[in-house]
């Protein structure tokens, strides 16, 4: 159990829960003090989940024993997570196997390439734990770059928003953060999966050092899933295009698809098919 990590966590989920959000149906504790910040108190959060303060209050300062399943979900539920953040509340406190083989390559499932050679004129790749893109198709080589051309650690879509960021491509006015956040999620996910990779630790590092926003969602444990995002790309041929990037998890694997479209009729659109 990472008793640090899950400290963090549930403070933070908790500062972020306003009294006003609570249920009607539920009943907080009489307040002993003026409420000095916007959160939930800890007896709140206990009282809600039906456990004692003491023991609430030793999990927020990581000094308390194991939470049973019964005990997380109560604290999932008084804290209104999201399916995404139950699922990492429950790996934080080890009631969920760290994935095997930590930082060995997995074999892309057959039924993923098949799927992604079938995407005829839809830009795609593949791209695992770590955002290492590990298959692509000819529509991705002709809208972004060609990532045989690339080394395996240049082929990090992390370090690719790095390379190229304010030059090929950006976030679309109102969404600049997006992807940043995104990324957030995903590694932070893929840590608690992974929690002995070194290389995804360092990618974590390089990429927080270099952009606050990831930074921030980062220590916030934002770990809700961003599956659409919308991004300006500079194309040396087509010119700018506004375009839609959506990520799809495949199941019992650790890959996502990654596609590009265009909304329809848009410049965008009729660029894409000219791929």
Not at 43 to 72: H, K
Not at 190 to 214: S, Y
Not at 237 to 242: Q, Y
Request: proline share 8%.
């Amino acid at each position: 159990m990472s008793s640090q990590e899950l400290a963090d966590f549930l403070r933070r989920r908790r500062e972020a829960l306003r009294p006003e959000d609570v249920p009607a149906e539920a009943t907080l504790p009489p307040a002993r003090r003026a409420r000095r910040t916007p959160g939930l108190r800890r007896e709140e959060v206990a009282a809600l989940a039906q456990v004692s303060v003491s023991y609430y209050e030793r999990l927020e300062r990581a000094r308390a024993p194991r939470p049973s399943p019964q005990v997380l979900s109560a604290l999932a539920t008084a804290l209104q997570l999201t399916e995404a953040e139950r699922d990492h509340l429950a790996r934080l406190a080890g009631q969920v196997l760290p994935a095997e083989n930590d930082g060995a390559p997995e074999q892309v499932p057959e039924d993923a390439r098949r799927l992604l050679d079938g995407l005829d004129g839809i830009p795609a790749y593949i791209v695992n734990d770590r955002q290492d893109i590990v298959a692509w198709n000819a529509a991705a080589v002709a809208l972004m770059t060609d990532f045989s051309r690339l080394t395996p650690d240049e082929r990090n879509l992390t370090r690719l928003s790095l390379r190229f960021r304010d030059t090929l491509c950006t976030g679309a006015p109102g969404s600049e953060s997006d992807f940043a956040r995104q990324t957030a999620a995903q590694l932070r996910a893929a840590g608690v999966r992974h929690p002995t990779d070194n290389v995804l630790a360092e990618l974590i590092n390089e990429f927080a050092a270099q952009d606050p926003v990831f930074a921030s969602s980062w220590r916030h444990h934002a770990v809700r899933p961003v599956p659409h995002v919308r991004k300006i790309l500079r194309h040396p041929t087509l010119g700018v295009l506004e375009i839609d990037r959506h990520t799809l998890g495949l199941p019992g694997s650790g890959f996502s698809l990654v596609m590009y479209t265009a909304e329809a009729g848009s410049p965008g659109a009729a660029a894409l098919k000219s791929l």
